[in-house]
């Protein structure tokens, strides 16, 4: 199995990919990229069996309705009053208290943080990959899963705080993954990885998407599918990282 892990940005210049091969008690890091433009994505998602993506798959459905209803002008009911409550509710997808009820802590809201940027580009690069024949489910039941590294490694009982900031703390990580993963090659791509964050998300987005490959993830229950398809879903990793390992 290929599971690719990409730590999207706004720009190529920030995006990073990473190919893992997973065979039976071992696995190889066989590229991580930096700079990466959406024809490479597109290339090499025809050669993996999971690609990951670090980014929103989509935006709130009741954001949507909400920007919908503004621009026809049309009333809504009750009378939108702009409260703190009712900002809150239409600025998270289904997904991100999904996030908040199992990690404790909010993912940035694709509707009102400069992720939005980034989405875009998502959303762009989903439509490419759609022309391609890669069949889209923005629910993570197809090629295609949404991700959350920081979150996967808190999951899998990795201390994050400072991580994307201090390449010594990635440093500290790495090897703590080695210990937990001795099956996992890093080959030549250690340096790369400490000396940038973007490169470290995306191989920890490569592993989580070897989770979700294998049925040990978060997906949307029966009555979540429909807002997931269209909102997106992050896939959390629910067993140990021991186990990405086993057959």
Not at 11 to 18: K, N, V
Not at 42 to 56: H, R, W
Not at 117 to 138: F, H, N, P, V, Y
Request: aromatic content about 6%; charged content about 20%.
């Amino acid at each position: 199995m290929l599971t690719a892990g990409l730590d999207l940005a706004a720009q190529p210049a920030a995006t990073s990919l990473a190919v893992i091969d997973w065979q039976p008690n071992s696995a190889r890091l066989l590229s991580l990229e930096l700079g990466v433009a959406d024809t490479r994505v597109i290339e090499l998602s025809n050669l993996v069996d999971k690609l990951g993506i670090d980014c929103a798959l989509g935006w709130p459905v009741e954001f949507i309705e909400f920007l919908n209803r503004y621009a026809q002008l049309v009333e809504a009911k009750p009378i939108i009053d702009g409260g703190i409550d009712w900002r809150r509710q239409i600025s998270f997808r289904e997904s991100d208290r999904e996030v908040r009820r199992i990690t404790g802590r909010w993912p940035l809201s694709v509707a009102t943080d400069r992720l939005g940027l980034t989405a875009m580009r998502a959303a762009g690069l989903l439509s490419k990959l759609q022309e391609q024949g890669i069949d889209i489910d923005r629910a993570g039941f197809g090629k295609i899963v949404e991700i959350y590294p920081g979150a996967s490694l808190r999951l899998w009982q990795f201390e994050t705080a400072g991580y994307r900031t201090s390449a010594q703390i990635r440093q500290k990580l790495i090897a703590r993954l080695q210990q937990n993963l001795p099956g996992l090659d890093l080959a030549n791509f250690i340096e790369m990885m400490v000396s940038s964050c973007d490169a470290f998300d995306a191989v920890i987005a490569s592993l989580a998407a070897r989770a979700s490959a294998m049925g040990q993830s978060t997906a949307p229950s029966a009555s979540q599918v429909a807002v997931a398809k269209i909102e997106g879903w992050i896939h959390l990793p629910k067993n140990p990282i021991t186990q990405l390992l086993e057959f």
